[in-house]
């Protein structure tokens, strides 16, 4: 079997994200938001999905991409013979009036490389999930597509007669193509793009410098960095998993979810890498987002939420073909309605930043203190509930070990909080909670394996659980630490160091693909129990398994090597930052100089 990978990039402003192949095909964009309904969704239907490509006369050619270094602007280069000719796509960021401007406006320039080119652009939105092609009305310099409620405007200095008729014509200058959504652009074309490109480039590059990132492989870390980065949906400070629904774990395993919204779990995760770049801003406008968040009766939060802050992502099943031919297509996920107890910890971890951290001022966090407090009361009423973890089970609700942990994290977090804050009866609470969390975590200890299980009573080993060697929970002691991880390697290590998250049975059948961010767990439990060199040898071996362009998917077949799932996935770029970022650490000590 072929090896599988996913042939595109993406670029965004932290107001929508889009997808591009290497055929030049826009195959993803929701507009005005990542949850939003598809623009163009040629990734899950090649027919009603629609298109917007930049392509040759004849249909024989061979095509580059790559981004500008440092930047989230992709250019991809275009061959045809002896003719040649650039597409550069960017959505435009950068500070404007001590804001920053995130227009939905994504910009294509075409340029003339060698040779005399000549090109086709065809620009067909949909709406409607792809059951109603967009009409296209001409103007004097635009192109408007008709049938939804705001304007979707296509403004361009090429010909309209040829855009509109799908006709070829000779590039001999700069083309520009502005696709805008809601306001129209109506300056004038060409200085404008040029002069947001160039804002763009600024703005991206002059980000990576601020950032505080050690040399362990700092230019896989650098454009993980990037890709995370606008994942943050900034208007309400949401983070959202992937910003694609609907591709398949494996090939016909219909395990194909929506995970364009904010799972709080993921948060967690992507939070530490920010802070671990010196990067604050992101958990600013995620705290404001927690804070306006809606709760249940009993001050429970769900797993997951809309970027908005809504609670009711209904699923849905779409009659599109789906990936490559792979359905169920869905919109909504039903794991909204899950009990997933280990949040509150992360929650409470999350924020503890802004309270360790003297870079924050006292007014940035003194009203927090009733959410801190209402966050341990959610812990202790959940201690000893079963729910269905990090994996989400549909349909097995045990205690999990993961959750415990979490419990455990955070209610540590919380006694340092409650510390800074001088608040006696956080702190009280929270040193007794995180006692009570030990003992269910020691409940999940199997003495003939020396390790510990998924869940109390369960025998399964849990890829989750390579986090107690990586949240410290062992403390100093690496024989327990280096026992667990042994008994983790027997039952779920897959070649090339990619790691299963479990094996036994679920609610779809056996898991048939790796999970990376298990696999990048694995890498920072080895540099954890001075395995150094394995870490090393570990993640390096891993990094074979992105795209073109270093984005990498949620799972991958260990047989084959291919990627599947959504894409690109946060979790996974978040593993392999965490991952660098122990290394790199371990490597800065001076017995490893």
């Known amino acids: ?34 949850d939003s309904d598809f623009i163009f969704g040629g990734m899950l239907d090649r027919k009603k999905g629609g298109k917007f490509t930049v392509l040759p006369e004849s249909g024989d050619y061979t095509s580059t991409q790559t981004y500008v270094e440092n930047t989230n602007i992709l250019e991809t280069i275009v061959r045809n013979g002896s003719d040649s000719y650039k597409v550069t796509d960017f959505a435009p960021r950068f500070k404007n009036y001590d804001r920053y401007y995130k227009p939905l406006m994504l910009i294509r320039k075409v340029e003339p490389i060698s040779g005399s080119p000549k090109i086709r652009i065809e620009c067909q939105p949909v709406t409607e999930r792809g059951q109603i092609q967009l009409t296209p009305s001409q103007g004097s310099n635009h192109i408007r597509y008709m049938g939804i409620d705001q304007e979707l405007r296509l403004t361009t200095n090429a010909p309209l007669t040829y855009v509109c008729e799908k006709k070829s014509f000779a590039l001999q200058r700069p083309v520009y193509l502005v696709l805008t959504y809601g306001r129209p652009l109506e300056a004038p074309i060409e200085s404008t793009s040029e002069r947001f490109l160039q804002s763009t480039r600024e703005y991206w590059q002059a980000w990576v410098k601020s ?67 010196g990067h604050f801003e992101e958990l600013e406008k995620y705290f404001e987002y927690i804070q306006n968040l809606p709760v249940g009766p009993e001050g429970r939060y769900q797993p997951l939420y809309s970027i908005s802050g809504h609670g009711l992502l209904v699923e849905e099943i779409s009659d599109l073909d789906g990936y490559l031919g792979n359905k169920p297509v869905r919109f909504g ?143 100093d002691d690496l024989e327990r630490a280096n026992n667990h991880l042994k008994q ?28 990376l961010i298990c696999a990048f767990w694995y890498i920072e ?22 795209n073109h362009l270093n984005l990498f998917s949620e799972d991958v077949d260990q047989a084959t090597g291919s990627q599947w799932g959504n894409f690109p996935q946060a979790y996974s770029h978040v593993g392999l930052m965490n991952a660098a970022f122990r290394i790199g650490k371990r490597l800065d000590m001076p017995n490893f100089l």
Request: aromatic content about 12%; glycine content about 4%.
């Open 488 to 515: 983790l390697e027997k039952e779920l290590l897959a070649k090339d160091f990619l790691f299963y998250r479990y094996k036994h049975m679920d609610d779809f059948g056996v898991p048939e693909t790796t999970f």
């Open 1 to 34: 079997m072929s090896k599988h990978t996913y042939d595109s990039g993406l670029i965004g402003n932290c107001a929508y994200i889009a997808h591009i192949e290497k055929d030049t095909n826009i195959s993803w964009l929701c507009m005005p938001r990542f």
């Open 333 to 475: 996920n039903q794991a909204y309605t899950h009990i997933q107890n280990d949040l509150y910890g992360q929650v409470l971890v999350s924020l503890l930043p802004l309270y360790s951290d003297h870079r924050f001022t006292e007014s940035e966090r003194s009203h927090s203190e009733p959410m801190i407090m209402n966050l341990l009361d959610k812990i202790e009423a959940t201690m000893h509930e079963k729910d269905a973890g990090l994996w989400e089970f549909r349909n097995l609700a045990q205690e999990h070990c993961y959750t415990f942990l979490f419990h455990w994290a955070g209610a540590c977090a919380a006694a340092k909080i409650g510390i800074r804050m001088k608040n006696e009866a956080m702190y009280q609470k929270a040193i007794a909670l995180r006692e009570e969390a030990v003992k269910k975590i020691e409940a999940c200890y199997l003495p003939d394996k020396k390790a510990y299980a998924q869940a109390i009573g369960a025998q399964h080993m849990d890829a989750s659980t390579l986090q107690l060697i990586t949240m410290g929970y062992f403390g």
């Open 525 to 546: 439990a080895l540099a954890c129990v001075n395995r150094l060199d394995e870490a090393i040898q570990g993640f390096e071996t891993l990094t074979k398994y992105c």
């Open 211 to 277: 950032t505080s990132i050690p040399n362990f492989h700092q230019r896989l870390v650098l454009r993980s960095a990037l890709i995370l980065k606008i994942h943050q949906f900034e208007d309400t400070g949401a983070i959202i998993a992937a910003s694609t629904t609907s591709l398949p774990e494996s090939p016909g395993s219909t395990r194909n979810w929506d995970y364009r919204y904010c799972w709080i779990r993921d948060t967690y995760y992507t939070l530490t890498c920010f802070n671990s770049l």
